[in-house]
């Protein structure tokens, strides 16, 4: 493992403005990993509870409690903090009204996926970067995890020349899965839905594997597992409101046991009474209103196209995608929670040649050290450069979340939706170079 550059005798600032799970990849990348070249210099949050938490937190590690700000005095924060950039980890619909602020108030941003979570929210962060000149990068760490860095590798060196069509699926389990349904996530208006808040992940890698951005996209999409019938059908007489006060809690197997997850007992449980969110609703709930199963076609610029699925029920976790070439077929598979087993390949198949089972490349850390890449990008004052082109910025972030925009207006409407026509003026982001084309121009018809 390459030595960590000296210390910074003047560190890096940075704010963090939403202080739920994700933000506390960021927070201890901050007060610990990278403590020498970067600090947390102010936090903003609704929630008091958690600000509070966040600055008991910093103290036990040794850092210094950064000053805490409500939603309202976010650009008091920044005028008075004054961040090199302000990370945005709130809920995926209000990430534009702070991307959107910070760029106006004059700094930087770093953003969690999705970008935003609908059509007018994404112009607002296209219009806000054009006029400030500001910056915007969007975190999207699978791109950095080491196996499907590989994956890109070997789709830059030829192997399987030009790339016609796609076949990519994804499974969410029935823990990981379900969890999506018992959180703020379950309203589309919060999160944008699966399509949005979860595949926005998949259809960022699908761009970037390719170096081609989508322009046409056709969907259908239900919800048909997650819902009051099916509480009924599993043995309880009805969904109830949470779990922590179920009267059936004994007889459900989705029963979620938050009093005894430290980590979120700590940040919701304790902190319900300043906003009466709860983080173990019922996933049989009638009001919930995304999707469980969808189904995705997309057409790219180069020509290739694409047919994608989310399942959010499934007996596994995990993903399988096939890219079919002019000079062969890659197949690449990763399990990531299934019992009895689970693991990687990917695997090239040459015309008319044999099977090619590759070593996969391998990390330590979260997303399998996928993440420490990144941070490292992120709070590091230098690093090599990267021949893959993983950062990413505000034009990749809209290609990925505009596909499942498009897809749930595909839900409502029944028809094809192009990419172009929901926002204007974006233009197309930079990947690295792939065969038949640059990563900046379509490939030749």
Partial sequence: ???????????????????????????????????????????????????ALVQRQCEEVGAAAPPAYAPNDFEKMLHETKPEAVI???????????????????????????????ADKCQQIIDARKKTGRKIRVT??????????????LLMSGT??????????????????????????????????????????????VNWWLGAVPVQVVATGKREFYTPTMARRMGLSRPHDRCLTCTEKGACTFFFDIYNNQQLRDLYLEN???????????????DINIEDTMNVLVKYDTGVTMSYSLNAFNAWEGYAIVFNGTKGRLEHTMVENMKGGGGTTTRVIALRGAPVNHKIWTGVGGHGGGDKVMLDELFLPSVPADKYL???????????????????????????VTVADLVSGLGRPVYAPMPGHDGRVPMPA
Avoid at 104 to 116: C, R, Y
Avoid at 141 to 151: C, E, G, L
Wanted: glycine letters at 8%.
């Fill in 272 to 286: 319900e009474k300043y906003d009466g969110y709860h983080r173990d609703q019922c996933v049989f709930s009638p």
């Fill in 160 to 205: 399987i020349g030009d790339i016609l069509s796609v076949d990519f699926h994804w499974m969410l389990d029935t823990h990981h899965g379900a969890d999506y349904f018992r959180r703020w996530h379950r309203h589309k208006e919060n999160s944008g839905g699966l399509m949005v808040h979860k595949a926005t992940h998949h259809f960022d890698l």
């Fill in 1 to 51: 493992m390459p030595a960590m550059p000296a210390p910074l005798d003047i560190k890096r600032r940075f704010a963090i403005v939403g202080t739920g799970v994700r933000s506390a990849m960021y927070r201890e990348a901050l007060t610990k990993t990278y403590k020498d070249y970067a600090q947390l210099v102010g936090v903003c949050d609704k929630n008091p509870g958690r600000l």
């Fill in 390 to 416: 993983r950062a990413a910025d505000e034009r990749a972030g809209a290609a990925s979340c505009l596909v499942g925009i498009a897809a749930n207006k595909c839900f409502q409407t029944g028809q094809a």
């Fill in 88 to 118: 945005v980890t709130t809920m995926c619909s209000t990430h534009s009204e702070y991307i959107v602020r910070a760029m106006e108030a004059g700094f930087d941003v770093i953003t969690e996926k999705p970008l935003t979570t609908s």
């Fill in 140 to 153: 999207f760490n699978y791109r950095y995890s080491p196996p499907r860095t590989q994956v890109k590798d």
